[in-house]
């Protein structure tokens, strides 16, 4: 007997006409089960599993399999994590692929590490927290990634895995750990340094900027802004401001 496939139930958003306006009566709700099959019970009442959509105490509802971004989202967290408008630039940028072999410093929850161990062929993720190691561990076997080696390692001090065609470094004083990671990138590959502040993405430019072996490549924040759409008016919604900063740099010899 094969293990339960998690599934979404999602009530779609309603509006109704309302002295002369379209307003909003009921929210978007999106509820998770773990199991795929049988009765599930929601604030609205309870949906059967089974059928692909229904009606619930006059509430309209879908149901579907529940995707790699759905279960992600749900990881159990300590530190702050990496958000997905940042993993996105990270593999975009680096074109990490189904071959690649990647790095991290700074498992953190091991969200990070998971997103790309979905896209990427092998991940390789540092700390020097047992418990961010023992977290992270927890959320991979949660998303059921068997391609994720997490290590209690310091990489400021040991040299971390060879021939990796990415590595990242969320971690503080990001630039103390060039001198380790960059001779095990392959020549070629990328180093990105994930930064809070402006003065820590200073340290780390500067400090690439003293070595013959690195190409500063470039450093962006990324923006992300959501719509509201109706007919033909447009306003924005929930705006993602700042995260992060991240650096870009290539060995080169």
Not at 66 to 80: I, M, P, T, V
């Amino acid at each position: 007997m094969g293990s339960a496939m998690p599934k979404i139930i999602i009530f779609p958003e309603k509006t109704e006409i309302v002295d002369g306006k379209e307003r909003v009566i009921l929210k978007q709700r999106k509820n998770y089960s773990e199991e795929d099959k049988g009765k599930y019970d929601t604030t609205y009442g309870q949906v059967d599993l089974s059928k692909k959509e229904g009606v619930v105490n006059g509430k309209k509802y879908y149901v579907m399999p529940a995707s790699f971004s759905d279960e992600w989202k749900r990881l159990r967290r300590g530190a702050q994590i990496i958000t997905q408008k940042d993993i996105g630039a990270i593999i975009s940028q680096t074109g990490i692929g189904k071959e690649s072999i990647v790095g991290e410093a700074g498992t953190g929850s091991g969200a990070l590490a998971c997103a790309l161990a979905n896209v990427c062929k092998k991940v390789y993720s540092y700390d020097v927290d047992e418990k961010a190691i023992d977290l992270g561990k927890q959320n991979a076997c949660t998303l059921k990634l068997d391609n994720i080696k997490f290590t209690l390692q310091d990489v400021k001090t040991k040299h971390p895995e060879k021939n990796v065609d990415v590595f990242i470094l969320d971690m503080k004083n990001s630039w103390e750990a060039l001198k380790m990671t960059v001779p095990y990138v392959r020549i070629g590959g990328y180093i990105v340094s994930y930064n809070s502040s402006m003065p820590a993405v200073s340290e780390f430019v500067n400090t690439c900027r003293k070595r013959d072996d690195v190409l500063l490549v470039k450093t962006i924040e990324v923006m992300q802004r959501e719509w509201n759409i109706k007919d033909f008016t447009a306003r924005p919604r929930d705006v993602v401001q700042h995260t992060g900063f991240l650096t870009f740099a290539r060995r080169i010899k």
